[in-house]
């Protein structure tokens, strides 16, 4: 093929792009995909007997599952090219989903940021996997080819996913390229941008050149790179057809999104014509191979175009990894999720992304349920934490409002988590649950309370619903115990993280607003005082009982004594008044002073009831006694006794030391007799 085979010229002089755009050859494209759906199709963990090409009955079995032997089939490609064995990764998933397999090449002037362009290469059951997904598989080999010499300036890994479509055995979607992309942070890497190459052998026949590319992007960042998919047509005279969309597709660029992380996907014509979707009829001759061809040579572009930018160019992602602070700075929304390498993150070390429910965009269109509580049922087949609900909308109005219950006897139940109202807009809706919550393995019910009858979404007539009457609102705490039964579900599905529990508020998540940036900081200041306020005067020794601690104002007979008051000045509780004819009150929990008169000698008082039930006190300054050791009930060693003056009857009591027995002290009423 030459150069005027593809319709490319060359638009500036120098530059490097024309020359590696004629280079990706049709013949290797048809080639690698019909091995893949001939040879291993269907791709799964769980199949042994590829299909018989057109009939779908099953060939001899393997010794292997057909996704290991595709597995070893990409890995053999890649030293074919002349690839290092350690540049070549098989990357394993847990739970025996299969491999990723990748190839690194390392870049001269930023190492550790990568551009990653992949597809995944496994299948739903029953389908050989042509379209979805041969024709992006055999894409990424074609260009890991095209590039292998390239001196590029980044890092570049050409990554084929295992473990995208969903399956009752994983119970997650796009699990394998969740599990690369967190486990690239985890080591610190920094992730540029992800090229997702999906479905793209499905042209568009009402586009005048048949051909088409629909491209995916979820914030600002990412759209730049999708408005350059547009641009490197005009620029180097690739003839397709082009659209882009917010948050429409359903690949694995959402893992990606998931982690904060820029990234698009091309769809070729998905969304307008997708004939043998899923189905046995996706084989080779469904596969055109010429849109397959246009949608590489665009990949290919924007990746060099990427390549020639210098570290924090404008569409560069804005949401690099960094230190934990960087999540609190203004700037996209989506930006804020960002997991920093090697720091504490919304995603705790160790977690995974899981999601349950409808990650396809289902084909029957729905509406008119304004005021219904509707709710379908899925399984979580772990622990792990809820983060954010997502429902696919067709066609927006009014407020929507998602939710999670438990699943109480085949219904829905108790309350776990919901969103805030928000107002859709067409596309995937994610938010963020109010609160995270961990959930343990069992059955549960997504449900969705809309305002608007207007409002339009996907569902299909399989699984298990439940819905009835309920002013739209907050969703009640307990579901319907005699709801409306249905066979249907929606696009709707939650994301959860698995692991260790986040011990920040995800608020991520996500998910996964968002919450996640909530500065935790502001909530408490570290600088307000944690002791209960007491009067400037007050000394450290003098605590104010706790009846005392509001501050009154001020009163001759019940604030504490100034500092300029006599040596005794304790704060008198609030009921002590200076009449010398009071008697003892409850609050009085110490010893009076004990003072020495000249005319006689009284033995002190023995301890009242009241003062031997209480607990041990601070003990000022005080003389000790002692007590006669004839009896028991004086607690305190004998001293020569002292009798009260007229000047001491009128004191608030006064604790001693040295007592005996701790729990009891004495207390001497505060007014006595006189001889």
């Known amino acids: 093929m030459t150069?005027?085979?593809?319709?490319?010229?060359?638009?500036?002089?120098?530059?490097?792009?024309?020359?590696?755009?004629?280079?990706?050859?049709?013949?290797?494209?048809?080639?690698?995909?019909?091995?893949?759906v001939n040879l291993y199709g269907p791709r799964r963990e769980d199949t042994f007997s590829p299909y018989i090409p057109d009939t779908c009955s099953q060939q001899h079995r393997l010794s292997q599952s057909t996704i290991e032997m595709s597995a070893d089939y990409i890995k053999a490609k890649f030293e074919a090219m002349g690839y290092p064995s350690a540049a070549i990764t098989m990357e394993q998933l847990p739970g025996g989903a299969g491999h990723n397999v990748y190839v690194t090449k390392v870049g001269s002037a930023y190492p550790n940021v990568y551009i990653?362009?992949?597809?995944?290469?496994?299948?739903v059951p029953g389908s050989p996997g042509g379209n979805d997904n041969a024709s992006g598989s055999t894409a990424v080999i074609e260009l890991a080819r095209v590039l292998?010499?390239?001196?590029?300036?980044?890092?570049?890994?050409?990554?084929?996913?295992?473990?995208?479509?969903?399956?009752?055995?994983?119970?997650?979607?796009?699990?394998?390229?969740?599990?690369?992309v967190q486990q690239a942070l985890a080591r610190g890497e920094q992730i540029k941008a992800g090229l997702v190459m999906?479905?793209?052998?499905?042209?568009?026949?009402?586009?005048?050149?048949?051909?088409?590319?629909?491209?995916?992007?979820?914030?600002?960042?990412?759209?730049?790179?999708?408005d350059l998919f547009n641009q490197v047509r005009t620029d180097y005279g690739i003839v397709i057809g082009f659209g882009k969309d917010?948050?429409?597709?359903?690949?694995?660029e959402r893992s990606y999104w998931n982690f904060g992380q820029t990234a698009v996907s091309s769809g070729g014509g998905w969304l307008y014509y997708r004939p043998n979707y899923h189905s046995c009829g996706d084989n080779v001759s469904n596969i055109n191979f010429t849109n397959v061809l246009r949608v590489a040579q665009q990949n290919l572009a924007v990746g060099l175009k990427l390549d020639a930018e210098v570290i924090g160019a404008t569409s560069t992602p804005t949401n690099t990894p960094g230190p934990a602070t960087a999540t609190n700075t203004p700037g996209p929304a989506t930006a804020t999720n960002t997991p920093g390498p090697a720091t504490p993150t919304p995603t705790p070390t160790g977690a995974g992304v899981l999601t349950i429910g409808e990650t396809n965009i289902l084909s029957d269109d729905d509406s008119g349920n304004a005021n219904l509580l509707v709710a379908q049922q899925v399984v979580l087949p772990q622990s792990a934490t809820l983060q954010s609900l997502s429902f696919y909308i067709t066609s927006a109005s009014g407020q929507l409002r998602l939710g999670l219950y438990d699943d109480a006897g085949g219904n829905p139940g108790t309350l776990r988590a919901q969103t805030a109202a928000f107002t859709p807009v067409a596309g995937w809706n994610t938010q963020n649950v109010v609160t995270p919550v961990l959930l343990p393995a069992g059955t549960y019910?997504?449900?969705?309370l809309a305002q608007n009858n207007n409002l339009h979404f996907r569902v299909t007539s399989t699984?298990?619903?439940?819905?009835?009457?309920?002013?739209?609102?907050?969703?009640?705490?307990?579901?319907s115990s005699s709801p409306m039964s249905a066979s249907a579900h929606w696009s709707l599905y939650a994301t959860l993280l698995t692991g260790p529990a986040s011990t920040s508020t995800p608020t991520n998540t996500p998910v996964p607003s968002t919450v996640t940036n909530t500065p935790t900081n502001t909530t408490t200041p570290t600088n307000t005082p944690t002791n209960t306020p007491v009067p400037p005067t007050a000394t450290?020794?003098?605590?104010?009982?706790?009846?005392?601690?509001?501050?009154?104002?001020?009163?001759?007979?019940?604030?504490?004594?100034?500092?300029?008051?006599?040596?005794t000045n304790t704060p008198v509780p609030p009921t002590a008044t200076n009449t010398p004819t009071n008697t003892p009150t409850p609050t009085n929990t110490r010893c009076q002073p004990i003072r020495r008169r000249t005319r006689r000698r009284r033995p002190i008082h023995r301890p009242t009831r009241r003062c031997r039930r209480q607990l041990p006190q601070p003990i000022p300054r005080c003389r000790p006694i002692r007590q006669p050791t004839r009896r028991r009930r004086p607690i305190h060693r004998r001293q020569p006794t002292h009798r009260l003056t007229r000047r001491y009857r009128r004191q608030p009591p006064q604790p001693i030391h040295r007592c005996r027995r701790q729990p009891y002290q004495v207390l001497l009423p505060l007014a006595r007799p006189t001889s």
Do not use: C
């Open 148 to 180: 292998k010499d390239y001196p590029s300036r980044y890092s570049m890994r050409f990554i084929l996913w295992a473990a995208e479509e969903y399956s009752n055995q994983r119970a997650a979607a796009f699990y394998g390229s969740n599990y690369h």
């Open 198 to 226: 999906d479905h793209i052998g499905w042209p568009y026949p009402s586009d005048p050149s048949g051909y088409f590319n629909e491209v995916s992007y979820n914030n600002v960042a990412s759209e730049g790179i999708a």
């Open 116 to 123: 990653e362009f992949s597809g995944h290469y496994d299948t």
């Open 540 to 567: 450290p020794t003098n605590t104010a009982l706790p009846t005392n601690t509001p501050t009154d104002t001020p009163t001759p007979t019940s604030t504490p004594v100034p500092p300029t008051a006599t040596p």
């Open 246 to 252: 917010l948050g429409i597709q359903n690949s694995d």
């Open 3 to 36: 150069l005027a085979d593809t319709g490319i010229s060359i638009a500036q002089t120098g530059d490097p792009i024309p020359g590696y755009l004629s280079q990706i050859s049709s013949a290797n494209l048809v080639a690698v995909a019909t091995d893949l």
């Open 463 to 479: 699984g298990s619903a439940r819905g009835y009457s309920y002013p739209f609102g907050v969703m009640p705490t307990t579901f």
């Open 445 to 448: 019910w997504l449900a969705y």
